[in-house]
């Protein structure tokens, strides 16, 4: 018993220089990427993250020193991260989430996109009814802050002025709205999407909500035959920012239809796969929001012109179509 | 094997780092206006519009770029040793980051914002606000209703948080054993155990002792003397006759390495005594210590 040379000191002496190397290596390239190390140390971790795996393995099975057992397990975790962690390129898989990921995930979505448009759509031709029907709806659905003083005891002249407003406004106040737009939109839309894990009626509302504002808008400027140059003030930034905001509905949609119907798998696995795809379409919807932003902020107030409004708003429709029609098709991957 | 993190250390983690996006939001402010206050120039427009402008990256995107960047961990995960990973074992993917990262609009900024927004409510608002408290409330305890403490972003991600502090490699035990002991005076040879008396305790034991020995507290030595006494009566151990009785610490070293050597011999033999009262048929206990011999 006198000699304490136990066989778990003896395993332990022998390696510890290379733990402990490996050790450096994973905290520095932990702090400042694993560009912070040379070629030659990147050459030997993979072999020292190896050989501390493998020293764990051995340590379970004979010894009994648990700060050594924990130093190992937590240093191979480490190190794991450093080795097979997540490095792709940033600006590739940027290029590569717009060219193939987002729009593959809304066509794959077509089901969640369709009926979101539809609940948009929906609520939109019931707030045009009733307020058609009787104007005084168009005070019970337009919130004070978003009708900006129009309303049915507005002029048709003062109506008219709101769709053409603007147009001498500063350099600085257009980015100012444009930014103030794009934040603002872009919050209610991942808003939407987060509450899709309530079984989706949230959304279901928030869409049948904007719908019904829209179409009590609309209603109040078809009564003085404004439509066509409402239509121009809207549609220049509207194709967009609706189809971000049914897109964004449709992601709600996804998550609420997997918790709802899980399908084959279960319901936890699946609504993690849901949820992942309906993320990438709440991030593709950011940066459409975030052209709607630019387009409504500077481009309508710069451009006065109904018909110029017309012929930007169909291009951008068509760009939208043929972009979510076309686009990453071909390409095989998850 | 990683372990689950603690609802109490994820919920430190996130206040740690609602902290940080305040105190950037902040800095952002104070400098951009400090800045157009001392220039006295125009281009406010711009100043706010930017300044709009990152105030909302900063807060939506805060833990998606730290949890990309830093392989699963925010500031404030690191500082509490959490880190979120795949629930099915495979790399972080970016859209899971994402995915999880979303849901804090209704887990966490929601219910901040009714909170900031209820205080001053009456009648009918606060009811429906009280309301709405209690509808986010499902989402915000939601950790505390399953077994995995996942929130409602790490179903939607599939993720889970778990605890992976750093941990240092501490100092052998049994191997600088011999050196505390000679530092003592005390030859390792003078004390000794039988194999009787050390097939008292299990795995479990050695380890709550590893963690006595560990100890740096004030309390420590008052810990160590209890504890060797204690390990004396229970194993009946006599100090040689020629020598004084050893101090605690050093008795305690030396019987830590007896009894890590005697529980990793047997566990080279396939036999893995898991505490003191795990007593399989072929185990020594003082009675088959001969059937071992024989």
Known sequence: ?334 | MVELAERGERAGAVLIDLLFILIILIVIWLAVFGATAAREGGGFGWILAFVLLVSFLVRSFYFVVFELRWQGTTPGKRLLGLRVIDRAGGPLQAQSVFARNLMREVELFLPIQLLLAGSGATGVDALIQLLMLVWVGVFVLMPFFNRDRLRAGDLVGGTWVVSAPKAKLLPDLAGDNNRAVQAAGVAPASIEFTEEQLAIYGIYELHTLEEVLRRDDVNAAAAWSEVASRIQQKIAWQPPPALAPPEPKPFLEAFYAALRGHLERRMLFGVRRRDKHDRPENDTTSGQAKNDTA
């Open chain 1, 1 to 334: 018993m006198a000699e304490l040379k136990l066989k778990s000191f003896e395993f332990r002496r022998e390696r510890e220089a290379a733990w402990r190397e490996l050790e450096g290596l994973v905290t520095r390239a932990e702090s400042g990427g694993v560009r912070a190390l040379s070629p030659w140390e990147l050459m030997r971790l993979p072999t020292l993250y190896r050989g501390a795996l493998s020293a764990l393995s051995v340590a379970r099975s004979i010894s009994l020193d648990r700060a050594l057992l924990d130093y190992l397990e937590s240093l191979s975790a480490r190190a794991y991260f450093v080795v097979y962690g997540a490095r792709s390129h940033f600006g590739q898989s940027v290029l590569d989430f717009l060219r193939f990921g987002f729009p593959d995930m809304v066509r794959r979505s077509w089901g969640c996109v369709l009926i979101a448009a539809l609940c948009l759509t929906l609520g939109g031709m019931a707030g045009f009814l009733l307020t058609a029907g009787n104007p005084d709806w168009y005070f019970t659905l337009m919130p004070e802050g978003l009708a900006s003083g129009r309303s049915p005891t507005s002029t048709t002249e003062e109506l008219r002025a709101a769709l053409f407003h603007g147009g001498d406004s500063a350099e600085e106040e257009l980015v100012l709205f444009s930014s103030f737009l794009f934040t603002h939109n872009a919050g209610i839309g991942m808003f939407a999407f987060a509450l899709g894990i309530a079984l989706g009626v949230p959304t279901v509302v928030l869409l049948l909500y904007n719908g019904l504002i829209l179409g009590a808008f609309a209603a109040l400027y078809a009564g003085r035959d404004l439509s066509v140059e409402l239509w121009g003030w809207l549609l220049i930034h509207g194709g967009t920012e609706l189809s971000a905001v049914i897109l964004c509905g449709a992601a709600g949609l996804k998550i609420a239809a997997a918790v709802a119907f899980p399908g084959e798998q279960d319901r936890l696995s699946n609504l993690a796969r849901a949820g992942r795809g309906a993320a990438r379409i709440v991030l593709g919807a950011v940066v459409m929001f975030f052209i709607a932003g630019l387009l409504e902020g500077i481009g309508r107030q710069l451009i006065q012109d109904t018909v110029i409004r017309y012929a930007v708003a169909i291009a951008v429709l068509a760009f939208w179509t043929a972009y979510f029609l076309a686009a990453g098709r071909g390409r095989t991957h998850g």
